[in-house]
């Protein structure tokens, strides 16, 4: 079985453009969550998806959004970027059957704002 | 609100020695699981062992083990026999049984620890 598939792996992007990151979820799992991880700050939750609808939210500006496809895939969106948005970018899947075992994370989206 | 504290930044063991990180957690709910999660230079966040937080059993996977006590909140983890492979940062994170609401998706997250082996 496949496992989540992030892309792209880096991305450089310059202040107040925006960027697109794209997570595949193991295939049969509907819930995608989205991460973000610096130094600073260590592991944050954005937003989690299932069947195409934001069921949860992080304390995240509006810049940052998401969606989710009829296939579960799942993209999100920063827009007008700061430099403090430079991160580890992480998306993690789960099903109904695995919600007690923890997640399935992605290798992740290295982004770099300049 | 659940926090989860990891109070070693770093922690460093010979090989084939043991090794025993430190976690602790805060939240009100009765009912939650508990996790250790490995994350290598290559960045993926690798589940390592879990904890149901009703079951009084502490959690055990190969050289992996976890010191589960529910009254004191804490959820440690020890590496038997430590391998170089074991290398990495290490994570521990909590989500209520109760995955609804605000807890859709979400873990808590401590801040890691840096694991480093010695040959």
């Known amino acids: 079985k496949a496992g989540v598939t992030q892309t792209p792996r880096y991305l450089i992007k310059t202040r107040g453009q925006q960027v697109t990151l ?3 979820p ?15 700050q260590g592991l944050q939750f954005l937003f989690e998806y299932f069947s195409e609808t934001q069921r949860n939210k992080g304390n995240f500006p509006g810049r940052f959004s998401g969606r989710q496809f009829s296939n579960s895939r799942s993209e999100m969106n920063v827009s ?26 992605g290798s992740g989206t290295r982004l770099t704002v300049v | 609100a659940q926090t989860v504290t990891q ?8 090989e084939a020695e043991t ?3 430190s976690c602790t ?27 149901e937080a009703y079951k ?3 959690a055990t996977e190969n050289r992996f083990s976890v010191n589960f006590q529910k009254a004191a909140k ?25 995955a609804g609401g605000t807890s859709y998706g979400k873990l808590t997250f401590g801040q890691g620890t840096i694991l480093t082996v010695h040959p």
């Open chain 2, 25 to 51: 957690y805060d939240t009100s709910e009765s009912d939650y699981y508990l996790f250790w999660y490995k994350q290598p230079p290559s960045r993926q966040m690798i589940l390592v062992i879990r904890q």
């Open chain 1, 26 to 40: 193991i295939s049969g799992h509907r819930s995608v969550s989205w991460y973000q991880q610096t130094p600073g």
């Open chain 2, 7 to 14: 109070s070693q930044p770093e922690m460093s063991v010979q």
């Open chain 2, 56 to 58: 009084q059993q502490n």
């Open chain 2, 74 to 98: 804490s959820f440690s983890l020890k590496i038997s026999d430590s391998q170089l492979g074991d290398a990495a940062m290490y994570f521990c994170a909590y989500r209520p049984a109760n």
């Open chain 1, 22 to 24: 794209s997570c595949s």
């Open chain 1, 80 to 105: 007008t970027l700061e430099l403090g948005d430079s991160a580890l970018y992480l998306c993690a899947s789960s099903s109904r059957d695995t919600w007690g075992y923890g997640y399935t994370f």
């Open chain 2, 19 to 21: 090794v025993t990180l």
